[in-house]
């Protein structure tokens, strides 16, 4: 009994992360410029990855094997930013025509927002 | 710290016998040694940090209810096929004292599919993020004003 509760709920978290990785993938080829595909993408690096993961973990042999998969988790989630984070500041400090892509905001979000209520 | 090398020892070992524990309790020691000579850490910060110990987990908590909250609004943008993005590339300042808190705030934000943190420099958060919606929320969201608490030590 306990092992067909554990397939069905391995089953159901791969089958969960597969479908993210899916639409992730589809984002990808859906959204123009590169870093907005960065976005997209990042979608399957965090909750894709996550689930996936998870759901090998509930249907590990033992503990040990469990926990050295959340790990892999863990230590995803920290790193998967560092890189991420690389590419989308090269692309910023190196692209000169950013107007043409994205609205690129000069003040800070606490300036604008004091701005709107002197408006108002 | 101490601890976070023996867990990995003996996670990484993939089973608990006394030896194990024995080596992993010298070589734990040893790489603890070692990160304290060289790389910045101390007994008495470690001690600070492990009483809130729970904050980070709470922290972490809040985190995972973000990233799934993130995702399932990009993927209603993915999948709505008429939806347009407008990428906004917005400038904040956390008000964040500490390094350590402004670097996990920007790996946060990074984390969660949306957001990219651009550029970091001192307190000057440059954030890029894919729709108008997700800006909302980056500066006074529930992210930082937790990390604000955690700094302010309650």
């Not at chain 1, 089958?15 to 990042?42: E, P, Q």
């Not at chain 1, 509930?58 to 503990?63: E, G, L, N, Y």
């Not at chain 2, 996990?104 to 599919?113: F, G, M, Q």
């Not at chain 2, 909302?136 to 309650?154: F, N, Q, S, W, Y």
Request: overall charge neutral; hydrophobic content about 55%.
């Amino acid at each position: 009994m306990i092992e067909w509760i554990r397939f069905i709920l391995t089953a159901l978290l791969m089958i969960a992360g597969l479908v993210i990785f899916g639409i992730s993938t589809l984002g990808v080829f859906r959204f123009k410029y590169a870093v907005n595909r960065m976005h997209a993408a990042a979608m399957g690096d965090t909750l894709g990855v996550g689930l996936c993961l998870v759901g090998l973990a509930v249907s590990a042999p033992d503990f040990f094997v469990a926990a050295k998969i959340l790990m892999v988790v863990i230590f995803f989630w920290l790193s998967a930013p560092v890189s991420s984070h690389l590419l989308c500041r090269l692309e910023i400090e190196t692209n000169e025509r950013l107007h043409k892509y994205m609205t690129v905001h000069e003040k800070t979000l606490a300036q604008e927002r004091e701005e709107k209520e002197e408006e108002a | 710290m101490f601890f976070v090398y023996f867990a990995l020892w003996v996670v990484l070992n993939g089973k608990w016998t006394t030896e194990i524990a024995a080596f992993g309790l010298a070589f734990a020691a040893i790489a603890y040694f070692f990160s304290c000579r060289f790389m910045g850490f101390s007994l008495k910060t470690d001690a600070r940090l492990m009483i809130r110990a729970w904050q980070a987990v709470r922290y972490g908590v809040m985190l995972l209810k973000e990233i799934l909250n993130a995702n399932l609004a990009v993927m209603r943008m993915v999948l709505d096929l008429d939806f347009e993005p407008k990428p906004q590339l917005v400038k904040f300042n956390s008000g964040l004292k500490k390094e350590r808190h402004r670097v996990v705030l920007a790996n946060s934000i990074t984390l969660t599919p949306g957001t990219i943190t651009c550029l970091l420099e001192g307190d000057e958060f440059l954030v890029h993020a894919l729709d108008e919606s997700l800006v909302e929320g980056l500066d006074d969201g529930v992210m930082i004003t937790r990390l604000k608490e955690m700094e302010a030590g309650k």
